[in-house]
Nanobody, 123 residues
Framework: QLQLVESGGGLVQVGGSLRLSCAAS????????MGWFRQAPGKEREFVAA????????FYADSVKGRFTISRDNVKNTVYLQMDSLKPEDTANYYC????????????????WGQGTRVTVSS
């Protein structure tokens, strides 16, 4: 059973940076498309970024394009989300997830989830 554990969240000021990590175990990580999602208080969980198995293709929500970078290390079984130029609206719980089928950006296509890590951007 694939298990995902996020880390790296915290409190940061507007314009600052954070790097989230998600360590995977119990599965063949290099064969899995990975994604990051976030959920702000009172809002639905939404797609942030996804990365193909080999890391050659990446996809981003329009709201984070140019500020966030997803990457992966298939030796360390870890996926990362580098977040720069953070804004208050980036405040949310961030979740990494493993895709089980279908389109990269559709939350319903991700069957394995981490417990989340909290990011708070203060102004």
């Amino acid at each position: 059973q694939l298990q995902l554990v996020e880390s790296g969240g915290g409190l940061v000021q507007v314009g600052g940076s954070l790097r989230l990590s998600c360590a995977a175990s119990g599965g063949t990580f290099g064969n899995i498309v990975m994604g990051w999602f976030r959920q702000a208080p009172g809002k639905e969980r939404e797609f942030v970024a996804a990365i193909s198995r080999g890391g050659y293709y990446t996809f981003y929500a329009d709201s984070v394009k140019g500020r966030f970078t997803i990457s992966r290390d298939n030796v360390k079984n870890t996926v990362y989300l580098q977040m720069d130029s953070l804004k208050p609206e980036d405040t949310a719980n961030y979740y990494c997830a493993a895709r089980t089928t279908g389109q990269y950006t559709d939350i319903n296509n991700y069957g394995y989830w981490g417990q989340g890590t909290r990011v708070t951007v203060s102004s």
